[in-house]
């Protein structure tokens, strides 16, 4: 993989020639003051300063001056010590709330290349829709895909010189609300020929897939022959779209062939055997239950799950084994 195969991949690069096929979204240069305070951990935890009076987290105490076990005691060494200097850009946040309104009042972001999406338990929505800066900042600062943006980018390519991209870019999507994680899908390229589809959300049986899987795939192939193949000029990548209930497809992001992107139902090895000009397109989805990927994706650190006895996520496990075994039932019934 080449480096600039890496940089067509960036969102600000490809999207103003399939703007068309996408989903409205408005950038932002960051400024170097900003990246610098993304990947800062010498000190705590802060949020901007925010010149609009906008608060990431409305329904949590953060004025924790004003909390009784906060008060420092006289004559000690931490009463001398000045308060903490927030973080602010005002100029950012003025310009990043003008793009969100014209997109209708709420967006997801993303950097270059990702979205936080390891982040949306720490928001107050539980997903990534964002109203203003102080949402961004709180899912970036508190996301680890990010890393990848911001230090790790051209780690897999053979003529690595760059350590960072030269800029980086908010981008600013319209947030659907409405959208059904069943229905988007990952697209493999190799020598510009599509050689595999997958499942994008890999971790649910969604039996509507099941019955509609050939219908899919012809969609997803035709979308690909009359928009994606002469136009996007890497030969090897990945590219996600989303499948809308009116049958029409819709672009989502490029990523490169290997490097850090995900297989999800293939595997590397397998893709790579795969002759786009022989072998049949085969579109990989989730068939039962049995068939899940392993994994529980749950938008939340392991650290934070309740799993004793009678907690809700206990009540979660012994429904799935409830289930997956008259699963089982059946299918002996069936046999």
């Not at 599509?194 to 509609?212: A, W």
């Amino acid at each position: 993989m080449k480096e600039e195969e890496v940089n067509r991949c960036q969102i600000q690069n490809w999207y103003p020639k399939f703007k068309s096929l996408t989903i409205k979204t408005k950038f932002h240069q960051l400024p170097e003051p900003f990246i610098s305070y993304l990947t800062d951990d010498s000190g705590p935890f802060l949020l901007p300063n925010s010149v609009t009076n906008e608060d990431a987290m409305p329904n949590r105490v953060h004025n924790f001056e004003e909390e009784d076990d906060f008060h420092v005691p006289e004559g000690s060494d931490d009463e001398a010590k000045p308060p903490l200097k927030l973080p602010s850009f005002p100029q950012l946040e003025i310009e990043i709330k003008e793009s969100i309104v014209t997109l209708g009042g709420a967006i997801f972001p993303k950097l270059n290349w990702s979205a936080p999406k390891d982040a949306a338990w720490i928001s107050p929505s539980q997903n990534l829709s964002c109203t203003c800066l102080n949402e961004i900042a709180l899912l970036f600062r508190s996301s680890d895909s990010l890393i990848h943006d911001l230090w790790n980018a051209y780690d897999s390519c053979t003529d690595k010189i760059s350590s960072r991209p030269q800029s980086f870019f908010l981008a600013l999507r319209k947030w659907y609300p409405s959208l059904k994680p069943e229905m988007e899908f990952r697209c493999f390229v190799k020598s510009n020929e599509l050689v595999g589809i997958s499942q994008r959300e890999v971790t649910t049986f969604y039996p509507v897939l099941v019955n509609e899987k050939d219908l899919l795939k012809g969609l997803i192939e035709e979308f690909f022959e009359d928009n994606i193949r002469l136009e996007f000029e890497s030969e090897n990548y990945t590219f996600d779209v989303y499948v809308t209930k009116e049958r029409k497809v819709k672009l989502i992001d490029f990523n490169t062939w290997f490097g850090s992107t995900l297989p999800l139902m293939y595997t590397w090895e397998e893709l790579e055997e795969i002759n786009g000009e022989c072998d049949e397109l085969e579109l990989r989805i989730v068939e039962s239950r049995r068939s899940v990927l392993p994994g529980l994706k749950t938008a939340v650190p392991y650290d934070y799950l309740d799993v004793s006895s009678g907690s809700g996520w206990d009540q979660v496990f012994k429904k799935a084994e409830e289930e997956f075994e008259n699963e089982n039932q059946w299918l002996d019934e069936v046999a």
